[in-house]
């Protein structure tokens, strides 16, 4: 990575170890092109960045709202840390141009597929948790998704999209949405589904994301918005 304070002033941190920095950007598929180059990619980051994340968006939820279920701050952090949520962080950043990866995966759209840029918001927090520690990720986070969690609420976009999409279609249609598993890529421990949201009679959105689950929520929400 030649942009190392660009890339750095669009997040606001100053890294002590660029490494860390460049690390985080590196996506498995740059890997299989530059075998030559004694570099690791970013999914141990990205590991590390998904459990810094929930223990800031929890601590925070937690002593935020006091009156709020367990289940309540489960569906709003749920909504807050979702694939779409870190990817549109990882937009508003503007970083997804730096990520490092293949041209064939390049070609295909890679630098604003979704679970890709989420991927590399956590793998970068997991960067800067290692390299500053956790007060210096707690600001990134208050910054980033923790300013997003009035919204969320204000919405009810915490609120469970399947349950609610289907309240809608049964009332509407007066049928029952089904979820169908059109594309599993991927291996065992880096899955990526694409499903189908469908009636009987008609389709409505897809959705994508790392698990079967994930994918569903995401075509429900997509459905939301066509719907409302």
């Known amino acids: ?3 190392h304070k660009e890339v750095e002033e669009k997040l606001g941190v100053v890294f002590s170890d660029k490494t860390l920095l460049e690390k985080s950007f590196i996506h ?3 890997i299989n092109e530059n075998r030559d180059r004694d570099v ?6 990205e590991f590390l960045g998904d459990a810094v994340l929930e223990l800031i968006v929890s601590d925070h939820l937690y002593n935020k709202f006091p009156d709020r279920s367990e289940g309540e701050l489960t569906a709003i952090r749920s909504a807050a840390v979702r694939t779409e949520s ?11 141009m730096y990520l490092l990866m293949s041209r064939g995966e390049e070609d295909s759209g890679g630098k604003d597929k979704d679970f890709l840029l989420a991927n590399l918001f956590e793998a970068v927090l997991g960067a800067i948790y290692l390299d500053k520690g956790y007060e210096e990720a707690k600001a990134f986070v208050s910054g980033t998704v923790l300013s997003k969690i009035p919204v969320i609420i204000k919405e009810g976009s915490f609120v469970d999209p399947k349950t609610k999409v289907q309240e809608i279609i049964q009332s509407k249609y007066k049928e029952t949405p089904t979820y169908e598993v059109v ?5 065992d421990h880096d899955k990526h ?9 008609r389709k ?7 698990s079967k689950q994930k994918a569903e929520e995401d075509a429900a929400r997509k459905a939301l918005d066509i719907l409302k």
């Not at 690791?40 to 980051?45: A, G, H, I, K, P």
């Not at 589904?193 to 009679?201: N, P, R, Y």
């Open 1 to 3: 990575m030649e942009n």
């Open 28 to 30: 498995r598929s740059y």
């Open 40 to 45: 690791e990619n970013n999914e141990r980051l």
């Open 86 to 96: 870190l990817a549109e962080q990882s937009r508003d950043l503007g970083i997804g």
């Open 183 to 187: 594309k599993e890529i991927g291996p």
């Open 193 to 201: 589904f694409t499903v189908i949201l469908k009636t009987a009679s």
């Open 204 to 210: 409505f959105t897809d959705g994508e994301g790392p």
